[in-house]
């Protein structure tokens, strides 16, 4: 297969085992005769697909299966902006909003109650991480977004909080080590880092939905629901669910998130030094290092001009998807877990010749 160096923000780039081990299963899954797409969700052969994905997510968090329950659902994280405040906000709820995503989440909140955003980067277009601000010892959640697909901005700290965590790591799950026993609920959208678009993973305390969880929900929105029939109260996309293990079988085969964080770092420090030693013709979108997200890299050119004959003749160099997102222009590359350093020099060296014919 001719593969283009992807750089596109979601749906993304897929390790490449991944996409080959799928293209079998939906021809003829382990020589049964049929497609994956063809067996019922409540079949031995699929269950344990589901049984592995699950004990795949704990081993990499390395949380354990007797504190933690892992779905998978779908209507992507936008449902979770809802299901977690109709499941958990009962007096009020601490939000953080760091771009787009974080704001449609606070946006769901409000519609369910007191919602009460503590930190905001919003004044300044979403260019950097707030570090300061007062949890409400009363909330009954805080909620933050770790990373910001659309601005290029990640938190590179987990926010100091004595009230159950919640976080959406959609465009950067399982892309660095962190401590995941922090969260009282983990949610992400799985067509950014961890597979394609139509299911969502959720890592949801046992203790905190038993004891906190709301009652008397619509069936659909209750976490409870999910976790009684493991994932399967409806029929779950399940061809979805089958490449995200293949991805997660992927990652434990690279060294683990360890060795994945090495790669990461490696990957976006080569990008982001290339743009800081371009004496200004490359501008980073977000000023302060400590705040520049690993997986989704922005920068601008001086012009909405040259920036569109950069992503025009990119195409040509077999780079895709470097276009910024509509609602602030620019250039992104989005670097990805299975976006592999190749890719990366490929773009660099684009930029050094981009550079050299455009310099004025």
Request: glycine share 6%.
């Amino acid at each position: 297969m001719n593969r283009i160096h992807n750089f596109s923000a979601g749906p993304a780039i897929l390790p490449l085992s991944a996409i080959q081990n799928t293209q079998k299963a939906i021809s003829n899954y382990n020589n049964l005769g049929m497609s994956i797409i063809e067996m019922s969700h409540r079949s031995k052969e699929i269950v344990a697909v589901f049984d592995e994905a699950n004990a795949n997510v704990l081993e990499l968090m390395n949380l354990s299966a007797d504190d933690y329950s892992v779905l998978f659902l779908g209507g992507g994280a936008s449902t979770q902006f809802a299901m977690v405040p109709l499941n958990f906000l009962k007096t009020k709820a601490n939000y953080i909003n760091t771009g787009t995503w974080a704001n449609k989440a606070v946006k769901e909140a409000k519609k369910v109650g007191n919602t009460n955003v503590i930190a905001s980067s919003e004044d300044s277009n979403f260019n950097f991480i707030p570090r300061e601000f007062t949890i409400d010892s009363d909330a009954d959640y805080l909620h933050y977004t770790s990373n910001n697909t659309i601005f290029g901005t990640e938190f590179d700290f987990i926010p100091e909080s004595n009230i159950p965590l919640v976080c959406d790591m959609s465009s950067d799950l399982f892309s660095r080590e962190i401590d995941f026993s922090k969260f009282d609920l983990i949610y992400a959208g799985a067509q950014k880092n961890i597979g394609p678009s139509g299911a969502t993973l959720v890592v949801i305390k046992k203790s905190w939905l038993n004891e906190k969880g709301n009652s008397n929900l619509m069936t659909m929105f209750d976490y409870k629901t999910h976790v009684k029939s493991d994932s399967m109260f409806n029929t779950p996309p399940v061809l979805p669910v089958y490449v995200i293990n293949e991805t997660l079988k992927w990652i434990k085969e690279q060294g683990g998130i360890k060795a994945i964080e090495i790669m990461n770092r490696d990957k976006a420090n080569h990008l982001y030094e290339k743009i800081e030693g371009s004496s200004g013709f490359y501008i980073p979108a977000v000023p302060k290092k400590e705040d520049r997200s690993l997986m989704n890299v922005t920068f601008n050119l001086k012009t909405p001009e040259l920036e569109q004959k950069f992503i025009s003749e990119a195409l040509k160099y077999d780079l895709s998807g470097l276009k910024g997102h509509r609602s602030v222009g620019g250039i992104r590359a989005s670097i990805y877990n299975a976006c592999p350093m190749l890719s990366v020099e490929a773009l660099v060296n684009f930029m050094d010749h981009f550079l050299h014919e455009n310099w004025s």
